[in-house]
T-cell receptor, first 112, second 112 residues
Framework: DTEVTQTPKHLVMGMTNKKSLKCEQH?????MYWYKQKAKKPPELMFV???????INESVPSRFSPECPNSSLLNLHLHALQPEDSALYLC???????????FGPGTRLTVL | QKEVEQNSGPLSVPEGAIASLNCTYS??????FFWYRQYSGKSPELIMS????GDKEDGRFTAQLNKASQYVSLLIRDSQPSDSATYLC????????????FGKGTKLSVIP
């Protein structure tokens, strides 16, 4: 199922680098999410966009900067990350009214 | 604080048996309930959604919801080794809510 895609699949970056994660959906949903997942933990919500506007920011450090250029695209800009930010970053879309969420395959991020 | 509780497992069942996964939630106003399957290193996959009391069947999977007891379960009939994964229970608080509360997941191992 490729209705939510994410690029890149893997990313290795140094603490001084700037990089971006990209998500694209073809499900027509108007809610899009960024989650962070560490090993053996459930997904942890970072940001929610509704109708291309940021509606929830779960007190995420400013080194993570989300962007929603249109209803199909979601970006997460990264800079000055720390090794503890290494995780699986998941994009999801949400279907109303029950908020069924569908996840993309994720980006495995390693910060050196 | 909204909480979703699951037994962490591991839950081991023999091939062909019924696997029973359980989840309780604290927010009595919760309206929609989901089960996700997550293979190691992969993203969560939505396998069942349930919104009203009773049973919902889809192939080998049956979700059961009891709002009075604040309890939701997932039964997997004729368990296969390919069902070995972590199963995440997720709860949405109410209409209009964008957030899911996840349990910590139950790891299921199906023994051939």
């Amino acid at each position: 199922d490729t209705e939510v895609t994410q690029t890149p699949k893997h990313l290795v970056m140094g603490m001084t680098n700037k990089k971006s994660l990209k998500c694209e959906q073809h499900m027509g949903h108007r809610a899009m999410y960024w989650y962070k997942q560490k090993a053996k933990k459930p997904p942890e919500l970072m940001f929610v966009y509704s109708y291309e506007k940021l509606s929830i920011n779960e007190s995420v450090p400013s080194r993570f900067s989300p962007e929603c250029p249109n209803s199909s695209l979601l970006n997460l800009h990264l800079h000055a990350l720390q090794p503890e930010d290494s995780a699986l970053y998941l994009c999801a879309t949400g279907a109303r009214p029950y908020n069924e969420q569908f996840f993309g395959p994720g980006t495995r991020l390693t910060v050196l | 604080q909204k909480e979703v509780e699951q037994n962490s497992g591991p839950l081991s069942v023999p091939e062909g048996a019924i696997a029973s996964l359980n989840c309780t939630y604290s927010d009595r106003g919760s309206q929609s309930f989901f089960w996700y399957r997550q293979y190691s290193g992969k993203s969560p996959e939505l396998i069942m959604s349930i919104y009203s009391n009773g049973d919902k069947e889809d192939g080998r999977f049956t979700a059961q919801l009891n709002k009075a007891s604040q309890y939701v379960s997932l039964l997997i009939r004729d368990s296969q080794p390919s069902d070995s994964a972590t199963y995440l229970c997720a709860v949405n608080s109410g209409a209009g809510s964008y957030q899911l509360t996840f349990g910590k997941g139950t790891k299921l191992s199906v023994i051939p």
